[in-house]
Antibody, heavy 122, light 108 residues
């Protein structure tokens, strides 16, 4: 059974960096049959895919244009986890953030983290 | 970017009735790459349907999906109280991988 456990602060100051981590159990961040994604949800923007990392003989990253200049998603094979860093945050980045596994065989997100509410405020 | 528009925004029905939820895409989506999720308050979305019509593991057969091109449908037959939630469609074929704005299914 795959489980994703998120961690990270719930409050970030404007202009600073939002950092979240997603610990994976029951699968590997290096799996050839999965992608590892960050998705956020807010009343104004709905569900918004932010980006993903995946391993296919080498590491690939893919980011949404809306955040591409500010986002980094990194895998950590030693800890079997992946992380999200979002720089220069504004109150518009206030949202519920989810990590999720993209199953290659399903072309869908079949396992999700519990969600982390991140508020950007001074 | 593929925009997914769901209708109706809210659907009020009684338990035991059937529900039909619509998802329309701004561009054609491969049938392999259209999914539906259910979300209840305080929870992450739950995968119901992938590849337009395949049920995810553990999803009861009262949930079914259909469609092609730009028009897709989620049908729920014989609504049970646990089915009242928000439903999202999502396309996985073209980055960015977008979601619809959701249909809220509420008890009448």
């Amino acid at each position: 059974q795959v489980q994703l456990q998120q961690s990270g602060p719930g409050l970030v100051k404007p202009s600073q960096t939002l950092s979240l981590t997603c610990d994976i159990s029951g699968d590997s961040v290096s799996s050839n049959s999965a992608t590892w994604n960050w998705i956020r949800q807010s009343p104004s923007r709905g569900l918004e895919w932010l980006g993903r990392t995946s391993y296919r003989s080498k590491w690939f990253n893919d980011y949404a244009v809306s955040v591409k200049s500010r986002i980094t998603i990194n895998p950590d094979t030693s800890k079997n986890q992946f992380s999200l860093q979002l720089n220069s945050v504004t109150p518009e980045d206030t949202a519920l953030y989810f990590c999720a596994r993209g199953a290659r065989s399903l072309s869908a997100y079949d396992y999700w983290g519990q969600g982390t509410l991140v508020t950007v405020s001074s | 970017e593929i925009v997914l528009t769901q209708s109706p925004g809210t659907l009020s029905l009684s338990p035991g009735k059937g529900a039909t939820l619509s998802c329309r895409a701004s561009q054609s989506v491969s049938s392999n790459y259209l999914a539906w999720y259910q979300q209840k308050p305080g929870q992450a979305p739950r995968l119901l349907i992938y590849g337009t019509s395949s049920r995810a593991t553990g999803i009861p057969d009262r949930f079914s999906g259909s469609g092609s091109g730009t028009d897709f449908t989620l049908t729920i037959s014989r609504l049970e109280t646990e089915d009242f939630a928000v439903y999202y469609c999502q396309q996985y074929g073209s980055s960015p991988y977008t979601f619809g704005q959701g249909t809220k299914l509420e008890i009448k």
